[in-house]
């Protein structure tokens, strides 16, 4: 039973900083390509970020590159998003999910499994 829980989120001033984390249980992150996605009140769900399995390729949504990191965590089977210089537009309910194999892909619908989301609200 693939399960995903994201985690980490909290209130942070403008410009700071905030490592969410992905966790999974019923598979590894080696098997499965892991998405990050927001969710802001009134908006459709975005995608933020991607990491592949099948060559640990990383994918950016243009707003967030260079501000936000994906990466797995070998150790305890966790997927990390480190957000800096956050501004309030990043306010939004913050989801992790996976494809269910290797590939990231562009499409939301094409991520069938789903974690809980966490809360990520930046001051201005």
């Known amino acids: 039973d693939v399960q995903l829980q994201a985690s980490g989120g909290g209130l942070v001033q403008a410009g700071g900083s905030l490592r969410l984390s992905c966790a999974a249980s019923?598979?590894?992150?080696?098997?499965?390509?892991i998405g990050w996605f927001r969710q802001a009140p009134g908006k459709e769900r975005e995608a933020v970020s991607c990491?592949?399995?099948?060559?640990?390729?990383?994918y950016y949504t243009d707003s967030m590159r260079g501000r936000f990191t994906i990466s797995k965590n070998k150790g305890d089977n966790t997927v990390s998003l480190q957000m800096n210089k956050l501004e309030p537009e990043d306010t939004a309910v913050y989801y992790c999910?996976?494809?269910?194999?290797?590939?990231?892909?562009?499409?939301?619908?094409?991520?069938?499994?789903w974690g809980r989301g966490t809360q990520v609200t930046v001051s201005s």
């Open positions: 019923g598979f590894t992150f080696d098997d499965y390509a």
């Open positions: 990491i592949s399995r099948i060559d640990g390729a990383t």
């Open positions: 999910a996976t494809t269910g194999d290797g590939w990231c892909k562009l499409g939301i619908s094409d991520y069938p499994y």
